[in-house]
């Protein structure tokens, strides 16, 4: 049976409780701090990643990812506050993802915020986001996210379109 979880509670639990992503494709290392409205997840700018360029950079337009994960990481702790678990989601896009930067260095810690300004009951959203590295804004966005009421053919019915 399902119970409540209270934030601290989740706020202790590794990332690969909360989303999905694993291996190389989980960017983000942990959530900071979580509420009904909003997340701030961190994330390490790794120099020997897959993304690294020669510098061992991250190129600023995976920063469209990070905000993506910690959107699917506010969602999730959302579910799992409730005793339940998220729908999987897709990302639908963003109008305007603002780069203030073009990479972030290696090393670097990033900071993600991501401040949900939509939620229907169909599943569609809209989330404010920036990445900072220590007080200096990187990059924003706002992303527009889906979850499907069947995920599976959602999928299919996009692979067959």
Same mark, same amino acid.
């Given at each position: 049976?399902?119970?409540?979880?209270?934030?601290? #509670? =989740?706020?202790? @639990?590794? /990332?690969? $409780?909360?989303?999905?992503?694993?291996?190389?494709?989980?960017?983000?290392? !942990?959530?900071?701090?979580?509420?009904?409205?909003?997340?701030?997840?961190?994330?390490?700018?790794?120099?020997?990643?897959?993304?690294?360029?020669?510098?061992?950079?991250?190129?600023?337009?995976?920063?469209? #990812? =990070?905000?993506? @994960?910690? /959107?699917? $990481?506010?969602?999730?702790?959302?579910?799992?506050?409730?005793?339940?678990? !998220?729908?999987?989601?897709?990302?639908?896009?963003?109008?305007?993802?603002?780069?203030?930067?073009?990479?972030?260095?290696?090393?670097?810690?990033?900071?993600?915020?991501?401040?949900?300004?939509?939620?229907? #009951?169909?599943?569609?959203?809209?989330?404010?986001?920036?990445?900072?590295?220590?007080?200096?804004?990187?990059?924003?966005?706002?992303?527009?996210?889906?979850?499907?009421?069947?995920?599976?053919?959602?999928?299919?019915?996009?692979?067959?379109?």
């Amino acid at each position: 049976m399902s119970s409540t979880r209270s934030i601290e #509670e =989740l706020l202790q @639990q590794p /990332i690969e $409780a909360i989303i999905p992503h694993r291996g190389t494709m989980l960017l983000i290392d !942990a959530v900071n701090t979580f509420s009904e409205q909003a997340l701030s997840a961190r994330a390490t700018v790794r120099a020997d990643a897959w993304y690294a360029n020669a510098d061992g950079a991250m190129p600023a337009w995976i920063g469209i #990812e =990070l905000m993506a @994960q910690a /959107i699917a $990481a506010h969602v999730a702790m959302l579910a799992m506050r409730g005793g339940g678990r !998220a729908r999987p989601g897709v990302l639908l896009g963003s109008r305007s993802y603002k780069a203030l930067q073009p990479s972030f260095a290696g090393g670097a810690q990033l900071l993600i915020h991501a401040t949900e300004l939509l939620r229907s #009951e169909e599943g569609h959203g809209a989330y404010e986001c920036t990445i900072h590295h220590g007080d200096v804004c990187c990059a924003e966005a706002v992303i527009k996210v889906f979850q499907p009421p069947d995920f599976q053919s959602f999928i299919e019915g996009s692979v067959s379109s």
